[in-house]
């Protein structure tokens, strides 16, 4: 059983900026796609952002433009900066490769963005 493990959520407010990190048991490096997934309050879980081994990235929508993802396959992470937060934002976030694994998933690292 491998799982992934999230963190640098919490609280902050509109506007402002978190930088997630996800360490990956040594898993992160030999997969090609890995990605961000979010939960918000009573929705599904939904890809936000994904990288490949060359450094391709995708964003949903909402994320383009004040999101980075990277990945560190020496470090076995994977990381997303994301700026100019708003409450839409609030969610717990979860890493994994795209697509996901059951078995790959962690705990999460919850985002509230409130003033």
């Known amino acids: 059983q491998v799982h992934l493990v999230e963190s640098g959520g919490g609280l902050v407010q509109p506007g402002g900026s978190l930088r997630l990190s996800c360490s990956g048991s040594g898993i992160i490096g030999g997969v090609d796609v890995m990605g961000w997934y979010r939960q918000r309050p009573g929705q599904e879980r939904e890809l936000v952002a994904t990288i490949n081994k060359r450094r391709h990235t995708y964003y949903e929508d909402s994320l383009k433009g004040r999101s980075i993802i990277s990945r560190d ?11 100019s937060l708003t409450p839409e934002d609030t969610a717990v976030y979860y890493c994994n490769r ?3 694994l059951v078995n790959f998933w962690g705990q999460g690292t919850e985002v509230t963005v409130s003033s």
Do not use: F, G, I, R
Request: overall charge neutral; charged content about 0%; hydrophobic content about 35%.
């Open 98 to 100: 795209s697509p996901a």
């Open 73 to 83: 396959n020496v470090y076995n992470t994977v990381t997303l900066q994301m700026s």
